[in-house]
């Protein structure tokens, strides 16, 4: 796959103020370069079509900042669109005087120009900015574009795997390998859980020594797991790791209960764990979309993200907790317990990781849901990640919302969404906001 390529287009025509179109030329550039060193910016200012043109031939892009250094009519925006087809940022420059004398760029009205012709070209989503270089808001909001381009380009190589079925009731999380193809760019490969415990369990004790050996040093108090589980633990780890590397395989939706502990007598759970500390955006109970909302917030955050339930609900402390069985990363763990190993809560087996999340400043909850007709949309809510101990058996996330907590639960409980979110690192709602725009979906912001 090419590497991400972002193209400044900055367009105009040289009957406005040229000196003025130049000063925002120049910091434009310098600007992009310092968001993202990849930018590819032209040596002077596309002031004709045939200047465009030239320019377009040059590129091939996966981002566009369409900017109007002055007024340019429809035809600038009609001659990107008949030749890319990928997100377009489009930005207007504040007008730098008002005197009541010359209009110097009339950058405003540009805009306008070439979001008509935006939308009348099959209704493509684009972004919108308005300000200048040295804006900070601006600077913003560029940023957050360029982070959802990136995470778009990116999509569109990866290979999610969904192993198994989800359970009954659990179809909120089952995927069309077509569908998820033509919206998001992602392929699909399915296989059978059993297929890869067979395969775990066709290794000898040797060949899985290291991820034995791995397991512990992650993890506090895997010594108290009966040896054969800690055993059937790392055969199951080395099918997994194996199959994800032969297959180039960037994230996973796999089943867990009940085969893991009726057929192969030892959960699936801290494999989860450990893929996604390596990595691999990995989801249980096979929520495929679970699973790709994990891998756009891995690729946001740069680091593991939390999946769970939400469980319970404190209003006076306006929080919500997340919850799940055992399967989040051990970096999340609280560092005064580190990433306790435990027993299923419910099938009393083990290993499965058993600990609460440590605390970080600002949090993003997230979630790609399905509307009832088969639409795609994005729940968005913020908050900060408290300094909480372990919830319930299993592992916890308790989130401070910045917007009332019963309102959130009560709201998104009547508009239907999925009972799986992600809980992420950071501050990520505009880079999210923009992809969802990229995209064509509706934002549920909470």
Not at 181 to 207: P, Q, T, W
């Amino acid at each position: 796959m090419k590497a991400f390529t972002p193209v400044y287009v900055p367009v105009g025509v040289p009957t406005f103020h040229l000196e003025s179109a130049q000063e925002a030329f120049d910091k434009s550039k310098e600007l992009l370069r310092e968001i993202d060193p990849a930018f590819l910016c032209p040596e002077e200012m596309l002031l004709s079509i045939d200047k465009l043109r030239a320019w377009l031939d040059s590129v091939q892009p996966d981002l566009i900042v369409f900017q109007n250094l002055t007024f340019a009519n429809a035809a600038y925006m009609a001659e990107v669109l008949r030749r890319f087809d990928c997100p377009v940022l489009l930005w207007t420059l504040r007008e730098p005087v008002i005197d009541g004398g010359r209009l110097r760029l009339n950058s405003l009205t540009g805009a306008y120009s070439a979001a008509n012709t935006l939308r009348a070209f099959d209704d493509r989503p684009f972004s919108y900015v308005f300000g200048s270089p040295e804006e900070l808001d601006l600077e913003e909001a560029v940023k957050a574009a360029v982070a959802a381009a990136r995470v778009r380009h990116a999509m569109r190589g990866l290979k999610l795997a969904a192993i198994g079925h989800t359970p009954q009731g659990f179809g909120f999380g089952r995927a069309l390998d077509g569908e998820l193809m033509s919206v998001f760019g992602v392929e699909l490969e399915a296989i059978e859980a059993r297929e890869l415990i067979d395969k775990a369990k066709s290794y000898s004790d040797e060949d899985c020594a290291a991820f034995l050996e791995k397991t512990a040093c992650a993890t506090c108090g895997l010594d108290k797991t009966p040896e054969r589980n800690r055993l059937d633990h790392a055969r199951l780890y080395k099918a997994y790791s194996d199959y994800v590397q032969a297959n180039g395989i960037g994230a996973l939706a796999s089943r867990c209960w009940p085969d893991f502990f009726t057929a192969y007598g030892t959960p699936v759970c801290t494999v989860l764990s450990l893929l996604n500390d390596d990595g691999v955006a990995a989801a249980c109970e096979a929520d495929v979309y679970g699973a790709l909302s994990m891998w756009v917030g891995m690729q946001l955050s740069g680091e593991p993200v939390f999946f769970g339930d939400p469980v319970s609900l404190d209003e006076w402390e306006n929080t919500i907790t997340f919850w799940h069985c055992g399967a989040a990363a051990c970096s999340l763990a609280r560092k005064d317990t580190g990433a306790e190993i435990g027993v299923h809560p419910n099938r009393k087996i083990g290993p499965a990781m058993n600990f609460g999340c440590e605390a970080f400043p600002e949090a993003t909850i997230f979630r790609i849901g399905r509307e009832p007709d088969g639409s795609f949309r994005f729940f968005l809510a913020t908050g900060e990640a408290l300094d909480k101990p372990r919830q319930f058996i299993g592992t916890s996330l308790v989130i401070c919302t910045d917007s009332d907590s019963r309102e959130i639960v009560e709201k998104s409980v009547l508009d239907g969404f999925e009972p799986h979110f992600v809980v992420m690192k950071g501050n990520h709602v505009k880079a999210l906001e923009a992809l969802a725009g990229m995209l064509g979906f509706e934002v549920y912001k909470y």
